[in-house]
Nanobody, 121 residues
Framework: QVQLVESGGGLVQAGGSLRLSCAASGSIRSNTVMGWYRQAPGKQRELVATITSGGSTNYAASVKDRFTISRENAKNTVYLQMNSLKPEDTAVYFC???????????????WGQGTQVTVSS
């Protein structure tokens, strides 16, 4: 059973910073993609950023140059440093873990419970 435990959400003023963390535990393959998605009220869940176990990153255009994703493979932990936060970044942020096979195909996907990020104007 894989579990994802998120931390670091909260309330911050526009222009401020927050750092999210997500630690995965359980039986986890070495080839993974970890990342963050977010869902604002009345909107669909959307990609924020992902990072592979090899360190390749992918960002949504709306957060590029403001957010930085990183990970510690030995700890199966992913981080999201969020700077210059805007009110439109307000959402529930969900941690994402995708395990892949040696052929780089999807094996399993797990989601965290979500952590609230609120940015006041």
């Amino acid at each position: 059973q894989v579990q994802l435990v998120e931390s670091g959400g909260g309330l911050v003023q526009a222009g401020g910073s927050l750092r999210l963390s997500c630690a995965a535990s359980g039986s986890i393959r070495s080839n993974t993609v970890m990342g963050w998605y977010r869902q604002a009220p009345g909107k669909q869940r959307e990609l924020v950023a992902t990072i592979t176990s090899g360190g390749s990153t992918n960002y949504a255009a709306s957060v590029k140059d403001r957010f930085t994703i990183s990970r510690e493979n030995a700890k199966n932990t992913v981080y999201l440093q969020m700077n210059s936060l805007k009110p439109e970044d307000t959402a529930v942020y969900f941690c994402y873990l995708e395990q892949r096979t040696v052929f780089n195909t999807r094996f399993a996907v797990n989601w965290g419970q979500g952590t609230q990020v609120t940015v006041s104007s």
